[in-house]
């Protein structure tokens, strides 16, 4: 998985900037605790942390590429991921004539850019964020898999550019600083409408998924080289359900290979236990097993369980109900509500911008626990996005929002901005612009109309906004604790093919994510197969609740908290007082958790506003 970083400058001779570089690397240390290394040439420098998952005992990066008569260096890597197709590629590329010293995906990155050159990224089936030098050519490239599973930032300055895994790796270098302007804050105050490329810091920039940039002396050009195009589908049911299996059943078998201890993360929801099922089965198939898995759950949620808005039941009888029929060796997390808040700045210096409060902090507990036990963890991110799992898609397709779905049911967004910043910033407004954006990019259909049109729109939405929030959350809390999660239904190539199946045949059976249930349901139980999306659980105990009022009302009457500038304090004061902040859905998640992660983060990182 690991963390990578570097420092492009086309005036300043990096050999001697070492110590930067390494302090960069240093603060991706979690994402890769096996290893670190530096190297550098006169206009470029790169960094990497290693967390060793395949050819433990090789590997070490940044790794380069000899050849020719005198050996000379042709190209160097700082890689972050897996190419989960590597195997099929290290073969077709040894009859090309490549020969390999280890057994690693990096390596055959690094001949694939020999062999294809700037397409070789068109070969790799993985998640991934790489950045590549090619000596000769005096040419950086900034590579990200098609769906945007690994992050990686970069800013440019006036003689070069700077780039990370992480926003953090940036600010050491000393090149960016932490500036937020008025598109910034509305990343902060909303979920999941972030435009693809931005990155909240006022001049930093994400590389998008499916996209590759070179940097050269002549400037720097971004290339899409992946997105969903638009085409009749024109397989019948049988035959979608059966590619279906086909595609997924593929993924899975790709990555449940590793070098390392690996397991599955699973809640009783058909997505987990689609993925657990595939993967018992696969390493039944070779012989080893069984599966190792792991759940989440909170201390007392018998007891105080009530179904809302996303979460219908409890995961643990599904979970037990998994387990008895697949015969995994499984293990129940179970978080203490009080945990949430204490471990919410925890979260937060992995985010390096304010999160979703207990629904963070809750996933980086459970993945703290399972990497005292395994290095690789299957997750099934992907497919509610993929199949239409969230109950905004139905609600869709009855009455139309004309917004991005999650969020159309709030009211008033600016209620929580204060006197001062409410001049600056419509949230409103801002979204609506954003929304407008998004649709302009929807890669239509000739002739669709209706409900097809609108759901064409949705899944759209989906898959460019609200999915790659899902995945930064995944990302950061699990490379926090550096275990890697692998998410077999992010694979592009079934989101290809799954992306032009009609809503009805997505809804299989009038039910949700019918289609992967028809998939997958000789595997499982009858009750689990059925069951109806339940999403991750959240804190409601009595304890969190009480400690998040408390802390608010702290920060409301402290007269040096920055958040207290841009929030208005009588509506965080009501929301204290009639528990407003905390209704089970998702739009919007507990914003008073947020605002207190906002105080921090405006402490910790010192933001400077720019309005």
């Known amino acids: 998985m690991c963390g990578i970083t570097g420092w492009l400058d086309w005036e300043r001779d990096l050999t001697a900037e070492v110590a930067v570089l390494s302090r960069m690397t240093q603060t991706l240390a979690p994402r890769g605790p096996d290893d670190a290394g530096v190297w550098t040439a006169p206009r470029i420098g790169l960094g990497h942390r290693r967390l ?141 409408a972030k435009r693809p490329g931005d990155a909240v810091f006022r001049t930093m920039r994400e590389v998008e998924p499916g996209h590759v940039i070179r940097f050269d002396r002549a400037g720097h050009h971004d290339r899409c080289y992946w997105q969903v195009r638009s085409a009749p589908h024109e397989d019948d049911v049988p035959t979608t359900v059966a590619r279906v299996r086909e595609l997924l059943g593929h993924a899975v078998g790709e990555q449940i290979l590793a070098d390392v201890p690996l397991g599955s993360l699973l809640s009783g929801g058909i997505d987990s236990s689609a993925i657990t099922a595939l993967g018992a089965g696969a390493l039944a198939d070779a012989g080893l097993g069984p599966l190792a898995t792991y759940s989440v759950d909170f201390a007392d949620s018998e007891e105080e369980f009530t179904a809302d808005a996303l979460h219908d039941s409890r995961d643990a009888p599904f979970v037990k109900a998994v387990v008895g029929h697949l ?126 049109r609108r759901m064409r729109e949705v899944y759209y939405l989906q898959l460019t906004r609200f999915l790659p929030f899902l995945l930064d959350r995944k990302d950061r809390m699990s490379m926090a604790n550096g275990l890697e999660v692998r998410v077999p239904f992010c694979d592009h190539r079934l989101f290809d093919y799954v992306w032009n199946v009609p809503w009805q045949v997505k809804r299989l059976g009038d039910q949700e994510k019918g289609l992967l249930r028809a998939a997958v349901e000789d595997l499982l139980p009858h009750e689990v197969v059925h069951r109806p999306k339940s999403g991750f659980p959240v804190g409601k105990g009595d304890a969190y609740l009480q400690s998040v009022r408390e ?52 402490r910790d990182y010192q933001v400077r506003l720019v309005l």
């Open 52 to 192: 060793a998952v395949i050819d433990v005992d090789h590997g070490q990066q940044p790794m380069s590429l000899r050849g020719g008569d005198d050996d000379r260096e042709l190209a160097v890597v700082s890689f972050s991921g897996e190419i989960h197709n590597f195997r099929e590629l290290r073969a077709d590329l040894a009859t090309r004539g490549h020969r390999f010293r280890t057994n690693t995906d990096t390596e055959v990155l690094l001949a694939a850019h020999r062999q294809w050159g700037e397409d070789a990224v068109t070969h790799f089936a993985g998640m991934f964020a790489y950045a590549l030098w090619d000596v000769a050519a005096r040419t950086l490239w900034l590579v990200r898999d098609p769906l945007g599973v690994k992050p990686l930032y970069y800013a440019e300055h006036a003689t070069g550019v700077v780039f990370g895994s992480e926003p953090k790796a940036l600010f050491a270098s000393g090149k960016v600083a932490a500036e937020v302007d008025v598109e910034g804050l509305v990343d902060v105050f909303t979920v999941a």
């Open 327 to 452: 015969g995994t060796a499984h293990t129940e997390v179970l978080v203490e509500p009080t945990a949430l808040l204490q471990e919410s700045r925890t979260t937060l210096r992995a985010r390096d911008i304010p999160g979703v409060g207990d629904l963070d902090v809750s996933l980086y507990l459970l993945f703290r626990e399972v990497r005292r036990h395994l290095t690789v963890a299957l997750s099934g991110e992907g497919a509610d996005d993929a199949f239409g799992g969230y109950p905004w898609f139905l609600s869709e397709t009855r009455q139309p929002t004309d917004s991005f779905p999650w969020s159309a049911g709030v009211r008033d967004r600016n209620a929580v901005l204060s006197a001062q910043l409410k001049p600056h910033l419509d949230l409103h407004a801002r979204l609506d612009d954003r929304y407008r954006e998004a649709l302009s990019e929807v890669p239509r259909l000739d002739g669709e109309t209706g409900t097809d």
């Open 551 to 602: 802390a608010v009302s702290a920060m409301v009457a402290d007269p040096a908290s920055p958040a207290m500038e841009l929030l208005d304090a009588g509506t965080l004061r009501a929301m204290v007082d009639n528990k407003d902040w905390f209704n089970g859905a998702f739009t919007p998640p507990p914003v008073l958790p947020r605002a207190l992660q906002l105080d921090a983060w405006l």
